[in-house]
């Protein structure tokens, strides 16, 4: 009883109302904290151009979707995604699924948004969202919820009217429009829009990205985008770099803003709801933040910044390993067996040892595991 008393005198004050603040709002609500989120733009999800985003479904031995539903909220999804075609040159890589499905469309600010729908489950639980927030940062805010804390790589993305297959996801890697290793996408977000985007590492300066748009869009993409059917376009920034500590002068730092990001394709969605509810839980709890988010990420982080090591070396090489002209397909299912797979996770970490002699086998005999 007084231990409830006090928890509804104590005030907790986020900084940021996108997902990994409105998560961290809602459980703290739901445990009787009195709850303050302070956003700095007009409106929630009003940094974002409305944009769908994908909800990768490989990262937890449940669905995603199920996991995400375990922070105590609801998610609010738009398509589910039955296969992801991924282009490397003359080669495609085809993950698709039997039972479950390869990832989940979520769309991204706007009216219909994920963040305004988590808005107002943690509205309709008590908790005050300020607007227009101007403040300072400092330490009387418990969560620093406020996204992007460094760029490490920037996009261009255009949205389109048109027939598209909501379930379908086009990725391209290739150094003709992203040399390092940056990718591009056609994403529909339903059978009527669908976005496109393509982005590169900041460093590469000598890169145009819009240039390198209409090159991808007239080399693959002129079946399904015609001009006129333009709607808007949007730029993008982005940031992934695992913190040693997630815990600046007492606050904790959820989401983007402590760098937690998929180094691979730079998912980050899935990670910034899981944070939001791991900071709740060290408040509501008194545990340590840090233990909790390593505990849960640490070894993913790692796994994920391998695989991009090797695609980056693989790329360079043009793919040599594959058969040319080649499709490959890839059941999620299977794929999720050996990605969480411990065996996949220590060969990766031998990888630098055998990689320049071995490459081409390494690869396809990874590859070839998978299938
Ligand atoms: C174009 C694009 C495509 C993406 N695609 C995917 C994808 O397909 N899959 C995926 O999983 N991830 C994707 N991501 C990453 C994903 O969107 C982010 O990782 C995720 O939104 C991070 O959530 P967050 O709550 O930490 O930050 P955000 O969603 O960025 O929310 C931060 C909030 O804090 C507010 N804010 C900022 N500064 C302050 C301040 N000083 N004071 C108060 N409020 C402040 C912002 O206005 C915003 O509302 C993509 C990102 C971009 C930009």
Redesign the pocket.
Known sequence: MIFQFQKRKKIIKI???????LTAAINLSKAGFRVKV????SQ?????KE?A????NWFSKEDVIEELEKCNLKINWLEKIEEVKISLRKQKVIFYSKKNPVGYSIL?GGENSL?KDLAQQAKSLGVEIITN?KGE?DNKINII????NKILTI?Y?RVYKGKFEPSKVKVFFSPQYTPTFGYCYLFPHNENIATI?ISKEIKEKQINLKENFKKLQRDYLSKEIEEKNFLYD?G???SFEVPKSAVKNHSFL????AGF?DELF???????IISGHLAAKAIMENLNYDRLWKKRFLEEFQRTARVRRIFQDFKSKGFGGLPKDSEIFVEIEKFKKLWLSRKFNTSLSFYPLYKNFLFNKFILKTLLKLF
């Open positions: 900084a940021g109302g996108g997902l990994a603040g302070y956003e700095k733009s929630i999800g009003g940094h974002y944009n985003q994908m909800l990768p991204r963040e927030w940062i919820a406020t996204g992007l996009g993305g985007k949007f993008s920034k982005r959820v989401g983007e803003a990001q730079r998912f980050g969605m899935r990670y910034a």
